[in-house]
């Protein structure tokens, strides 16, 4: 069975930092395009950034650029997004996406598979 599990979320003052976590279980991602993507209730997703596990470039949303960070280990099968000078702006459900035919890997497109969500909550 197919999982992809977020971890890492809470809640934090703004300025301040977390680090999310998605951990493919059940799959092999290693030639997958994986991104996070961030919604909140009445808005629509946006995707924050995005790597092909293979290696290559990253993707980042403007709104995150200079802040955030996406990162793969590829050996864990896991994802990561370090999540720096955090703003409100940045409160949400965050997920983490794979898909193997999402190219060039940005945000875009449609994707196959979902986590189901850590909340980040800046305040």
């Known amino acids: 069975d197919v999982q992809l599990v977020e971890s890492g979320g809470g809640s934090v003052q703004a300025g301040g930092s977390l680090r999310l976590s998605c951990a493919v279980s059940g799959y092999s991602a290693g030639r997958n395009c994986m991104g996070w993507f961030r919604q909140t209730p009445g808005k629509e997703r946006e995707g924050v950034a995005a790597?092909?596990?293979?290696?290559?470039?990253?993707y980042y949303a403007d709104s995150v650029k200079g802040r955030f960070t996406i990162s793969r280990d590829n050996a864990k099968s896991t994802l990561n997004l370090q999540m720096n000078s955090l703003k409100p702006e940045d409160t949400a459900i965050y997920y983490c996406?794979?898909?193997?035919?999402?190219?060039?890997?940005?945000?875009?497109?449609?994707?196959?598979?979902w986590g189901q969500g850590t909340q980040v909550t800046v305040s």
């Open positions: 996406a794979t898909d193997a035919s999402i190219y060039p890997c940005t945000v875009d497109g449609i994707w196959s598979r």
């Open positions: 790597v092909h596990m293979g290696g290559g470039s990253t």
